[in-house]
């Protein structure tokens, strides 16, 4: 391909032709051709472990180290051929011994339709330059809402840029409700947001970015299973209004990330409403379900787990029966979260923020006389008026509403209930294979999460682990997160390599210290039973060389 990029003549013409699509789209064969070299790029230079090989030029150099950019335009096909350097060292989600944090492989039909549709760079913040593909925004509210057992004609919900940035709207919303006019004057001293103990940090994080500080974020207790002490929340509720401050949002447990645990949102609400009462509010604080997670499971609300026509085993449909139990209750909060990318077999960032009630999304709306240079249609929905954002995909929009029809409600619930029996494989192979070296801790779960407690050679505590001792649960930690990090470090052959991650608190103890553990997390749906096997093998195999190298002092000198 040529890379005469001159400002006139057949040489730019040419130039051009390759790299941006015509009018009539007549050349659209040279973006196919390029996307098939990218692809044959990186796949033939993917190796054959969970992780993209990191291998050295013939001339010891590599582009990723370089930043100087080029006077003269470079040819696709060269550029293209670093790809495999740019991807050194990352995750491969769609390997079977890739069982690291909750990243799923995307389905091919959203790839194709984000690709296809980027085309024509639709911005969802308005619908004068988005018109009819902001109605994918709208239909997938609408599917969520009815998912979850709300009116999808009252409901609403927007496309965002993470599970960060539902649960920033969710308390932004609340924010609104306890302050209308905190936009204009500023946060008030004494606005707070209640929360649970185990919560992802990002709720903290939406009080920092907002300016609301993570000193008013207010942890209530959590329970084994990771669901939240409700008792905890009403007296943590109950300290923010005798205190004179204002209760913004509550935050519960919608599907956290570790034990897929998720809240009775019925209670919270009943209990947010008698607070409400009580106190004597002239607001109403916002209830918020954070998940991100636990959405996908929606899918299973109306299943027939008697008859499971889908042939779960019975440690499945037990687990799904509990999660069913629990998520009929989210209709009760006024908000909740989605990642499509995370259970939802999405390419990032694919995020929606879903209001029980629509209108709660006009709490947000901006000035539009500091807008018009944006929105000039008054007739066409613009939710760039009401957005953090003023850039949106709306090709990410039309990508994720095609790739969740693609699947339906019977693909979701046949790859998540592999992801399910996939974790019970795993249990099983660690409880016959692993005795005296590791034990499952979270015996108590809904998810695919197995977390694996790793204990030093004759430890005593390995058989029944007594998690009051808190030297005992440190001492294992320490060995736990050592572990953990020699294993990162190790160089083996691709085809010897497993892709775990660690969590810092797979529960809280009676006495409120963490407990640290290995996580194993698939939801690949190519990971078998004998892959779970295999992945328990060759952490085994790995666990003892670390011990091995451990306890001798010499061995242990020279792997350093």
Known sequence: MTTNASGSGNGFEHWRDGLFLRPDGGNADALVDLMRYALDEVLSNQGVGPLYPRRGREDGRSPVDDGHLPEAPVASETVLSQLRWWLAGSVKVHHHMFAKNIVPPPSFVNLAALSAVSLFMPNGVTG???AESLSAEVSCAGALARLAGCDPNRAGGLFTFGGTATNLYAIKVGLSKAQPDHAERGIEPGIAVVGSWPAHYSQKSACAWLGIGTQNYVSAASL??????????????????ASGRRLACIMGAGGTT??????DFAEIAEMRDRLTVEYGLDYTPHVHADSVVGWAYFCFIDYDLCSNPLGFSPP??????RLVERLRTVQHADSFGVDFHKTGFAPYTSSMIIMRDGRDFSRLRRDGGIMTPLFHDKDAYNPGTFTLETSRSAANMVATWIGLQALGKQGMRQLLGHALE???????????????DAVVINRISYGPDVFLRCYEPNDTVAEEEDFSDTSSVRRINQYTSDLFAWLSRQHVPDAEQIAVSKTSAAFYTSTGEPVVALRIYSLNPHFSDSHARELVVRLLKAKRQFDT???DPEVHEGAR
């Open 128 to 130: 004068e330059d988005a």
């Open 224 to 241: 084994p299973d990771q669901t939240t002490d409700l008792d905890s929340m009403e007296s943590a509720c109950r300290d923010v209004l």
């Open 258 to 263: 570790s034990n897929m645990a998720v809240d």
């Open 316 to 321: 499945v449909v037990a687990k799904l029966s």
């Open 422 to 436: 996939a974790a019970e494989a795993l249990r099983r192979h660690i409880d016959d294979l692993a005795a005296g």
């Open 549 to 551: 190298i451990q306890s």
